[in-house]
């Protein structure tokens, strides 16, 4: 299904602000004094990024393709593989979803706001600070360069993975034969005279990608089981991917 760029604009908007809402938010839980998640820990932040990332890939990949990053936007333009006439729409549609986010967590942990008095963990819950910085001169330098690399280092893995993971995703060459093996039947059976509607091929297609997704879907879920075989977790694991995408048939 194709949708219109105003869509595409509001899902960047709402995905970006969900990335913000969920990271920033948890930062905050942790860093801020007199939360309930207040010195948690990093494991806490960690789970609130991945989730806010997770979640609105689940919800708008297939729409906008989930950017929710002004980075990804460039360097995927860059790449060719993204128009460059909606790159700065696509940004602002992200900024803006941003400030939304952030505002809506500056309203939710305002009380602890107010009672924090260390300046860097209230600017952690706003953006990058390296745990370097102490407030001198010479340690805000240090901390802006590790930042800076950390930055850097984080957005090419992360962009990396999810290129290989939407361009080149394990099963990729699966999916590509079954649809032209479609595309063979359909040109054969138009050589022999006999006309196949569009949505009859279109659903063929579909079936194709659909029976190699849980081909791949089966294979990943017999190998998480053999990761854990000596205990319990191994077979819940494979009993709830079973459960889920094991073809009745």
């Known amino acids: 299904m194709d949708f219109t760029w105003a869509v595409k604009y509001a899902t960047e908007f709402l995905g970006t ?15 801020l004094k007199g939360t ?10 960690a789970v609130g990024y991945g ?8 919800m708008f990949g297939n729409v906008s393709g989930n950017h929710i990053n002004p980075a990804f936007t ?11 006439a909606q790159v700065p729409f696509y940004i602002i549609a992200q900024v803006l979803g941003a400030i939304f986010g952030q505002a809506l967590v500056v309203a939710t942990h305002r009380p602890y706001y107010l009672k924090t008095e260390n300046p860097n963990n209230i600017l952690g819950s706003f953006s990058t600070i390296s745990s ?15 930042g800076f690399i950390n930055e850097f280092i984080g957005s090419f893995v992360l962009f990396f993975a999810a290129l290989g993971l939407t361009k080149n995703f394990f099963g990729a060459e699966l999916v590509a034969k079954a649809q032209a093996l479609v595309n063979e039947q359909v040109a054969q059976a138009t050589a022999q005279g006999q006309t196949i509607p569009q949505e009859q091929v279109t659903a063929y297609l579909e079936q194709a990608n659909s029976s190699s997704s849980i081909l791949v879907t089966r ?10 075989p000596s205990n319990g977790l191994g077979y819940i694991t494979w009993w709830t991917f079973r459960t889920w995408f094991e073809p009745s048939s």
């Not at 989730?51 to 689940?58: D, E, F």
């Not at 294979?219 to 854990?228: A, H, K, P």
């Open 132 to 146: 370097l910085d102490h407030g001198t001169k010479e340690s805000r330098y240090a901390a802006t360069v590790n």
């Open 17 to 31: 602000a969900i990335l913000i809402i969920l990271g920033n938010g948890a930062v905050a839980n942790v860093e």
């Open 74 to 84: 460039l360097g995927l333009a860059v790449s060719g593989l993204f128009p460059w």
């Open 51 to 58: 989730m806010g990332v997770m979640i609105p890939a689940l």
């Open 219 to 228: 294979s990943w879920y017999r190998t998480l089981g053999t990761w854990f």
């Open 36 to 45: 309930k998640g207040h010195q948690s820990g990093w494991l806490v932040i």
